[in-house]
């Protein structure tokens, strides 16, 4: 056994194992479109930029790998794996990937604290249960879901134009604050610093961001919004749209009303010739998690842990 950094000199390997991987997770999705391996490695050769990686060698052969991106943000040092930056083959998967993060960690971790970020497929049990053993914990997931054609009622229901979210942004911020005001409560205990007032504003009033409300009586009760992110792995830039920010006013619940927002923004952007939707949410947040795996499949899982050497 043998771990060596030379990723290029096993860039082919790499990118067989990683498409190994993808195929076998979205085996588990209907109708979910998959890139040929061709287009796979295309995919693969434009995220390389700044990535660095591990191969873990087996009689000179590239049996598994992590890739990861390194980072420095206000002081912090972060380091993530994407879903498809790591891999392994044979009957020791869980044993290569253990000693690739060892040895990663070693090399990061040096006198100073790092969170590690890490997504993993979704059914990919065996590589949950690792990190999981090494002390890392679910943060969030993603879930996807495929569009189709519905004829809902929708009264009550309906798009805001940009110039409405300007002029009625009082409203649509007394909503968002409750919603940030949930996420700081227990249990999920999330302080969101980074949710200001300015940014929601910016992102809400954003060419790539629409936003859906309810309204009762001339009031705004409810609110989702879709924006233009992607999960380029999965789709092309006009097959998906993320959707997210779902929120109802505590009397107004009970009512099927974020459902039905739900079901009119999937329908709206179906009809505008979209064909997935997806979705990334905090696991923390029960509330979210039961609503949102309702509707959407769960595609991967982002694993966290902070670690210092001091």
């Known amino acids: 056994m043998e771990i060596n950094n030379n990723i290029q000199l096993y860039w082919s390997d790499i990118c067989q194992i990683s498409y190994e991987g993808y195929k076998k997770e979205l085996n588990f999705f209907h109708n979910m479109p998959i890139k040929t391996f061709e287009e796979f490695i295309?995919?693969?050769?434009?995220?390389?930029?700044?990535?660095?990686?591990?191969?873990?060698?087996?009689e000179a052969k590239c049996t598994a790998f992590v890739l990861y991106n390194v980072w420095e943000d206000n002081g912090e040092i972060y380091c993530s794996v994407p879903e498809w930056g790591y891999g392994s083959v044979g009957q020791n998967r869980e044993k290569a990937i253990c000693y690739l993060f060892q040895a990663l960690a070693s090399d990061v971790v040096i006198d100073r604290t790092v969170n590690f970020s890490v997504h993993l497929y979704a059914h990919d049990m065996e590589i949950q249960r690792l990190f999981s053993y090494m002390e890392f914990g679910i943060?969030?997931?993603?879930?996807?879901?495929?569009?189709?054609?519905?004829?809902?009622?929708?009264?009550?229901?309906?798009?805001?134009?940009?110039?409405?979210?300007?002029?009625?942004?009082?409203?649509?911020?007394?909503?968002?604050?409750?919603?940030?005001?949930?996420?700081?409560?227990?249990?999920i205990f999330y302080l969101g610093e980074e949710f200001t007032e300015e940014v929601y504003r910016e992102f809400f009033t954003d060419s790539g961001t629409r936003v859906f409300v309810a309204e009762e009586k001339d009031e705004i009760i409810g609110l989702i919004e879709a924006n233009a992110d992607n999960i380029p792995l999965l789709f092309s830039e006009?097959?998906?749209?993320?959707?997210?920010?779902?929120?109802?006013?505590?009397?107004?619940?009970?009512?099927?009303?974020?459902q039905t927002l739900l079901n009119y923004a999937k329908q709206e952007l179906?009809?505008?010739?979209?064909?997935?939707?997806?979705?990334?949410?905090?696991?923390?947040?029960?509330?979210?998690?039961?609503?949102?795996?309702?509707?959407?499949?769960?595609?991967?899982?982002?694993?966290?842990?902070?670690?210092?050497?001091?």
């Open 238 to 258: 006009k097959q998906a749209v993320n959707v997210g920010e779902v929120y109802v006013l505590p009397q107004y619940r009970g009512r099927n009303v974020a």
């Open 42 to 58: 295309g995919f693969m050769n434009e995220s390389k930029e700044g990535i660095k990686g591990l191969v873990y060698l087996e």
């Open 270 to 310: 179906f009809r505008d010739n979209y064909q997935y939707v997806w979705v990334e949410h905090g696991t923390a947040n029960p509330n979210a998690r039961y609503f949102w795996n309702r509707y959407f499949a769960t595609y991967k899982y982002e694993m966290i842990r902070r670690i210092s050497s001091k």
């Open 139 to 187: 943060q969030a997931e993603t879930g996807i879901c495929m569009l189709g054609d519905t004829n809902l009622n929708s009264e009550g229901i309906r798009e805001l134009k940009k110039e409405e979210i300007i002029s009625r942004w009082k409203e649509i911020w007394c909503l968002l604050e409750q919603l940030i005001q949930h996420l700081q409560k227990s249990p």
